[in-house]
């Protein structure tokens, strides 16, 4: 049974990643990029802005001051060192972080352009990492971007900006996937070494190498450290074949086509079975890694999983809603 990552067709590919600058856009392209900025705008709303603020904010402190003890100060934090030297109790002071840096990866891999209804993961994902960082931004927070193929591409720092988010939305949009599935090994490796700070790493990809997991151990020491979301984005063409006779398809791994009889009931249940096999393998991957996961439908509000999730996780913390 062929696996559901093969696909019927893709956007144009190129072995190495083009970005194309806004001069060299395409009138109609220009048009679909501006339109996807506005539609991110519309999708930020207060439930959402509130879910991240009650999900993400105060994770992280910072040291502060080391001050005399008062009554009532929680005596573990008492500096033995200070106090010894002064004779006088001591107590380290810390205080929440009032920034949290945001990083969006953003696969740039072969399955990223493909999709069969209203969007391409590519624009998905752009739409998306669009509304994380507009939603961080009403929080005060910070968001940058890296690009991953088979290395690493381009890459922006956090910033907060209206004009940086508009740039973050266009750069997911205008980078031309790679003809081979992205690195995340190597991102993820690139990423333990260059954040410092406790930060939040969401990544925005097809997972279409979660069988090999060897990206498994580089996550989990990333996991170790930040707070990483894996954002898995799915065309419903990959999970329920549609009943429309047959027609060819395209094997992005070996680049072979292959003709599937979608009018046969066996076929189409056989690509349902792998599809579901493939899920739990991306799901078990996540997990093992210690890395919470969203999963998103290209038909749906794209919106509404990010919801559902800030929910579920407020009630799985027991944090204010």
């Not at 799915?234 to 072979?256: C, H, M, S, Y």
Request: aromatic residues 6%.
């Amino acid at each position: 049974m062929l696996a559901p990552s093969i696909v019927p067709v893709t956007e144009s590919t190129s072995k190495s990643p083009k970005v194309v600058h806004q001069g060299s856009l395409a009138p109609e392209f220009a048009a679909r990029v501006r339109q996807l900025q506005l539609r991110t705008h519309r999708l930020v709303n207060t439930a959402l802005t509130g879910g991240y603020r009650s999900v993400f904010r105060g994770q992280g402190i910072e040291f502060e001051e080391v001050r005399p003890y008062v009554p009532g100060d929680d005596v573990r934090g008492i500096d033995w060192n200070v106090t010894a030297r002064t004779g006088k109790p001591h107590i380290k002071s810390y205080r929440e972080e009032r920034e949290l840096s945001v990083h969006c990866l953003v696969d740039q891999g072969l399955g990223m352009g493909f999709g069969t209804r209203r969007w391409s993961r590519r624009e998905a994902a752009a739409q998306l990492v669009g509304l994380f960082a507009k939603v961080a931004a009403r929080n005060q927070d910070r968001v940058g971007l890296t690009l991953y193929g088979p290395e690493p591409g381009l890459h922006l720092d956090p910033r907060k900006s209206t004009r940086h988010i508009q740039r973050l939305i266009r750069e997911v949009m205008v980078a031309q996937p790679f003809d081979v599935p992205g690195d995340l090994k190597r991102v993820l490796e690139g990423s333990l070494r260059a954040l410092r700070r406790r930060s939040l790493v969401l990544i925005f990809s097809d997972f279409a190498d979660a069988g090999g997991r060897g990206w498994v151990r580089a996550m989990r020491a990333l996991a170790a450290r930040h707070d990483v979301i894996g954002v898995r984005l799915v065309d419903p063409f990959e999970v329920r074949l549609p009943k429309v006779g047959r027609f060819a398809i395209e094997d992005l791994n070996g680049g072979d086509w292959n003709w599937i009889d979608a009018a046969d009931r066996g076929v189409r249940e056989g690509w349902q079975q792998a599809a579901e096999q493939r899920k739990a393998e991306i799901h078990g991957a996540l997990r093992e890694s210690r890395a919470s996961r969203i999963d998103i439908s290209l038909d749906e509000d794209l919106a509404a999983p990010i919801l559902r999730f800030f929910r579920l996780r407020m009630a799985r913390t027991g944090r204010a809603k």
